[in-house]
């Protein structure tokens, strides 16, 4: 019995431990991010996992735990920490849609979304007086009026950079920049690939399962951060041409066929640190930074498929044959949220996405439920803090086009971006699952993938640590958009 007690009294100290080094490497990373409430919260938490932890090695010094009321304290606390653990560690039921990827949200007839409806093919492709610019709004007049007046201000982001002006401007210049890489790699239709004329010709024969490490490790070693594969399902296949970026007009409005069966998708991380001055210049630049780096990645992919004996077309900013986002989901690298963009385990939703599709035979991967939309039915803080009202505060997601999401506003999105002139990233600055990936973030990730209490708790948490409308950061000096003091 003597025993018994000791390993109780010894454990019990081991764990307040525990959970006071996370305390203080929650409060540590905390001044890490440079966030001023959230770091005041945390040391008061710290202030009392410490004070707890003192108050227990002193009375277990003097032999307290060791008397009936310290056994029955003892036990008690044992019973919280039991019970806490069930409560919160345990994995709960599974989300059984999300395990279907795409095809779990499917819930009726799903047209396949046409390019030239797309607010970016409407305001940067179309040119007024033109044929097809007459087409289309012969077909949806009541789009014309808005569009021109965002053309007039420069297209959908306006005149980039406004809410910076003057002094964001060469964070403008960097975002021009970075935006070359994507032009640069595209072609007047598409880029697919021709083997190099120093490759023997006859086909390279992998098998799937080579085939796919040879592709996902290229990937990575490229620079991506997270990739996965999927088969293509025909719905998310744009169903006609809408974007036009080197006067391939006889392309606009024609369908779209593509055989190939596999797409490999990839995210690249968008960095925390840019991403927290949303909605200033340095959010933009570090999306084109990225769109950059995804045409980048995609068209050596794609050559090197080619190079195998097979066909491939890069999918990045200035070419989509597809939809990406619920090709993501179908290759398992997340979910789409209640902001619309894919959220992922290992970085939220500060990514962006490319894709290379090909007839070359791959291993698909699968769908994964890491609890985005239990986690978005409560959270709303995206939609708190959209300063256009864009993002719904439904409780459930609800049917659009036969599927079952959130609906994001892209008319009124659009108009905001116009009038800051950035792609705001706003949404995805404030989303808890954004946070770096700190030792206590990655821990409360784990929780909330696997226990929906955890998801309540840990949205409730996140309110009160980092405030329901988050503050804007500064982000790296080097990006300044304000006047150097």
């Not at 080197?246 to 190939?260: K, S």
């Not at 990839?266 to 340095?282: I, Q, R, Y």
């Not at 963009?341 to 994964?368: C, F, H, M, N």
Request: hydrophobic share 40%; with cysteine.
């Amino acid at each position: 019995m003597e025993t018994l007690l000791t390993i109780l009294i010894f454990v019990g100290g081991l764990g307040l431990v525990v959970q006071a080094f996370i305390g203080l490497s929650f409060f540590i990373s905390c001044i890490w991010e440079r966030e001023p409430r959230a770091t005041i919260f945390a040391a008061l938490q710290f202030i009392g996992m410490g004070a707890l932890l003192v108050a227990y090695l002193l009375l277990s010094r003097t032999g307290f735990f060791r008397t009936t009321t310290g056994i029955a304290v003892l036990l008690a606390g044992y019973g919280v920490a039991i019970l806490a653990a069930f409560f919160l560690v345990r994995r709960t039921g599974r989300n059984p849609r999300a395990l279907e990827g795409t095809k779990g949200l499917v819930v009726g007839d799903v047209k396949r979304f046409d390019e030239r409806d797309h607010v970016f093919a409407r305001n940067r492709s179309l040119r007024p007086g033109s044929e097809q610019y007459r087409a289309y709004y012969q077909e949806h007049p009541e789009r014309e009026t808005l569009d021109a007046q965002r053309r007039d201000r420069g297209g959908p982001l306006g005149y980039l950079g406004a809410i910076d002006n003057p002094h964001g401007r060469p964070n403008v210049a960097a975002t021009l920049a970075c935006l070359n890489m994507p032009l640069y790699l595209s072609t007047p239709e598409k880029v697919t690939p021709k083997r190099h004329p120093a490759m023997d010709p006859e086909r390279i024969e992998l098998s799937p399962e080579e085939a796919t490490e040879r592709v996902k490790g290229l990937v990575r070693h490229l620079g991506a951060d997270l990739v996965g594969i999927t088969e293509i399902n025909p719905l998310w296949i744009y169903s006609r041409r809408g974007e036009i970026f080197h006067d391939n007009w006889e392309d606009w409005g024609t369908e779209i066929d593509l055989d190939h069966k596999y797409a490999v998708v990839f995210a690249e991380e968008m960095d925390f640190d840019m991403v927290g001055p949303a909605p200033h210049t340095p959010s933009v630049m570090e999306s084109m930074k990225n769109y950059s780096k995804g045409a980048y990645i995609s068209a050596q992919v794609a050559a090197f498929i080619a190079n195998l004996g097979y066909s491939a077309t890069a999918n990045h900013l200035r070419h989509y044959d597809l939809i990406l986002p619920p090709l993501a989901v179908d290759a398992g690298i997340g979910e789409v949220g209640r902001l619309g963009y894919l959220i992922t385990k290992e970085l939220g939703p500060r990514v962006r996405l490319s894709a290379v599709t090909t007839d070359l035979p791959l291993v698909p991967d699968r769908p994964v439920d890491i609890g985005v939309e239990d986690f978005c039915r409560s959270c709303k803080k995206c939609a708190t803090c959209c300063p256009s009202n864009s993002i719904t505060t439904d409780e459930d997601p609800e049917a659009f086009n036969g599927t079952l999401r959130w609906k994001l506003n892209a008319e009124t999105c659009f108009e905001y971006w116009g009038k800051v002139g950035t792609d705001c990233c706003i949404c995805m600055k404030v989303c808890p699952w954004s946070h770096a990936r700190t030792f206590p973030h990655r821990l409360i990730v784990w929780l909330i993938t696997r226990n929906k209490l955890s998801r309540r708790v840990f949205s409730v948490m996140d309110d009160i640590f980092y405030g329901k409308r988050p503050k804007r950061k500064n982000g790296p000096s080097w990006a300044r958009f304000r006047p150097a003091k």
